[in-house]
DNA sequence: GTCTATATGCGGATAGAC
DNA sequence: GTCTATCCGCATATAGAC
C-alpha cells in the first residue's frame, strides 16, 4: 500500500472532541479537525460518510457515557439516597462537558441504531425511580429529568450569574420526590 | 432627500421574526431579511449595528412577550391555580414560538439594557410562589423554573416522540409545590 | 488512504456613488 | 437612506492523481 493508514476512526473522533470540548459545537469542522491530526480535510471522508456523521458519533458516545456515570452513581447508595446521586452526576456530567451535554441531547442527529442508547438512558432512570415511587415511576422519572434538563440548562444560560440564588438541585429533587408520593398517598 | 426611508427598524424585526419562525435562528440572516424586504443587504446597517444586534433586539422582545403572557395568565386565578396557569402559559409560548423561545433565553446576546427583561421575569416568577411557598419562595421559583424549562427542553428534543409518556407539566408543578411546602412545614 | 485542486455555496461587513 | 460592487472568510464536499 502506497498509503497506509495515518489516523483512524477513534483518532478522528477524539480530535472532534477535543475541538468541542475547546470552542463549542461550532469549532467541530472537518477542516479544524483534519488541521489538528496534520491531515487533510479529505482524509476523513474515509471514516465518517460527512459532518453530520462525526457529529453524531460524539453525541452517542457522550450518551454512553452519561449512562455509565449515571449507572456509577446510583451503584453506591440506594432508596432515595441513590435518586440523589444520580441527580449529582447528571449535573456533574452536563457542567463538566457544557457543549457535549448539548450535542447528545440532540436527538434528531442519531441514527435509529445510535437512538437506542437513548431508550437504554430512559430505561435506566425509570427503573431506579420505580424503586422510591413505584406506583408512578413513569412520571416521576420524566419530571425529574426534566427538572434536571432544565436546571443545566438555565445553569449554562447564565441565567443566574449575579443576584440569583443557585441552591443546587438537591431540595428540588427531594420535593419532587416528596410531592409526588404524597400525592400517590392522597389517591 | 433623493432616497425616502423604505423601511424602519420594526419592519425590519417583523421580517426577521418572519424567518425565525420559519426557519429557525439559522434562518435570520442579514441578507435573507432583506431579500424579503425586497432590499440589499447593506439597507438594514442603517436600523441594526450588525448582526448580533438583529438576534438580540428578537431576543428581548421575545422575554417581554413571555413576561406579558405569564402576567396576563396569573391575573385569571388566585393562589395555587395562579402558579398552574403561569406554568400551562410558559410552555404554551414555548411550544408556539419555539426558536423564539431558544433565542430568548440566551441572555449573553442581550446587552445590559435589554437584560433587565431577565430580572423582571425573574421578580414576576418569585413574587407569584411567594404568595404560596412564602419561607423558600426563592428556591421553589428557581425550581419551578428549571422544571419548566427542562420540560420544554425535552419536548424539543423529541425525547419523547414515541414509547415514552408525555404527562404534561401539571403533575411535576404540583409535586415541587406540595414537596417544598411539606418540607418547609418539617423544619 | 491520502493527496492536490477545485467547485460551490453561505454568510458578514465595508467603501463609495447617488 | 439605499444602492452597486466588492472583499473576505468560513465551510462542505467531490474529482482524480499517486
Redesign the interface.
Known amino acids: 500500500m502506497p498509503y497506509p493508514a495515518q489516523t483512524d476512526a477513534e483518532q478522528i473522533r477524539n480530535a472532534a472532541l477535543e475541538l468541542l470540548t475547546a470552542s463549542g459545537e461550532g469549532g467541530v469542522t472537518i477542516r479544524g479537525v483534519a488541521k489538528q491530526l496534520r491531515l487533510t480535510p479529505n482524509a476523513l471522508y474515509r471514516y465518517y460518510r460527512d459532518h453530520d456523521a462525526l457529529l453524531a458519533e460524539l453525541a452517542s458516545m457522550g450518551a454512553g457515557q452519561l449512562l455509565q456515570q449515571l449507572e456509577a452513581a446510583a451503584k453506591t447508595k440506594s432508596g432515595r439516597e441513590s435518586i440523589y446521586a444520580i441527580a449529582d452526576a447528571y449535573l456533574a456530567f452536563a457542567v463538566e462537558h457544557g457543549a457535549l451535554y448539548r450535542l447528545l ?4 442527529l442519531f441514527t435509529p441504531e445510535q437512538e437506542q442508547i ?2 437504554a438512558l ?1 430505561v435506566f432512570v425509570k427503573n431506579e425511580v420505580a424503586v422510591v415511587s413505584p406506583p ?1 415511576a ?3 422519572a ?2 425529574l ?10 445553569e449554562q ?5 449575579e ?5 443546587g ?1 438537591r ?2 429533587v ?7 408520593n ?2 400517590g398517598q392522597l389517591r
Do not use: I, T
Not at 429529568?145 to 438555565?154: A, C, I, R, S, T
Open positions: 441531547m440532540r436527538k434528531h437513548f431508550g430512559w408512578q413513569e412520571a416521576v420524566v419530571s429529568w426534566g427538572f434536571l434538563h432544565g436546571m443545566v440548562g438555565l444560560a447564565d441565567v443566574f450569574h443576584g440569583k440564588p443557585n441552591v438541585v431540595p428540588g427531594e420535593a419532587l420526590l416528596s410531592g409526588f404524597s400525592q
